[in-house]
């Protein structure tokens, strides 16, 4: 088992059933390694790196992420509730590539005001996640579910949400710009407005 401490560098490696719940790791950096069933439960990552790493059956949640940067990062079968990643440290222009969540739950997290275009977030639990002023244009929501989760001034241009369900977006609060939606789910963009809906005879 690999032994994880701070102010260390780790490079193409395979990492299985690490436990640092509740420890504080700071200024580390990991470059294309795979986390497999490990967790960071309550974890401290502070001015961590993680660049081009996959995380497949891990389990992060409420793991605190100041000032870490994640870039070409995976979650894959992950648990990552209640982080708020806007305490991570994002370039300004946003990631080329930015990360992604697969058959994941991050409920309860927070993403307000980050600049994460193309972003995937498929086939995930995402109930009362807060993605308000964020530019999440081009991002892929297929399959999610996004129960109670907030959305206003977001950026969606472009989104696909033509398979997400269960989500409620005000289209005068936010950019829908070419958006995808499907129906039925899309008719709840409907009840934010002031309209009256008739049925025919």
């Known amino acids: 088992m690999t032994s994880i401490i701070s102010q260390s560098q780790y490079t193409d490696l395979q990492i ?33 790196k993680f660049v081009g790493c996959t995380f497949k059956e891990c389990d992060l949640s409420l793991a605190k992420v ?3 940067r994640f ?29 992604g969540f697969f058959d994941s739950t991050i409920s309860h997290s927070t993403f307000i005001g980050l600049s994460l275009r193309e972003i995937k977030i498929c086939d995930c639990v995402g109930v009362d996640v807060d993605f308000r002023e964020a530019d999440l244009s081009q991002a892929d929501f297929g399959g999610t579910d996004l129960a109670q989760s907030l959305f206003g001034h977001t ?14 977006i ?32």
């Not at 436990?19 to 961590?48: G, N, Q, Y």
């Not at 950026?155 to 409620?168: F, I, T």
């Not at 936010?174 to 995808?180: G, I, S, Y």
Request: with cysteine.
């Open 16 to 48: 299985k059933d690490v436990h640092l719940d509740r420890a504080e790791l700071v200024s580390s950096e990991f470059h294309d390694c795979v986390f497999f069933r490990s967790s960071f439960v309550e974890a401290s990552l502070r001015s961590c």
């Open 66 to 68: 100041p000032g870490s």
């Open 71 to 99: 870039t070409s990062c995976r979650f894959e079968g992950c648990k990552a509730i209640g982080i708020n990643w806007s305490e991570a440290d994002w370039p300004k222009s946003g990631l080329a590539d930015p990360i």
């Open 155 to 168: 950026d969606l241009s472009g989104a696909d949400l033509s398979r997400a369900r269960n989500y409620h």
């Open 170 to 201: 005000d289209p005068s609060q936010n950019t829908l710009r070419q958006a995808r939606f499907s129906l039925p789910e899309a008719m709840s963009l409907l009840h934010s407005m002031d309209i009256v809906l008739v049925d025919e005879v």
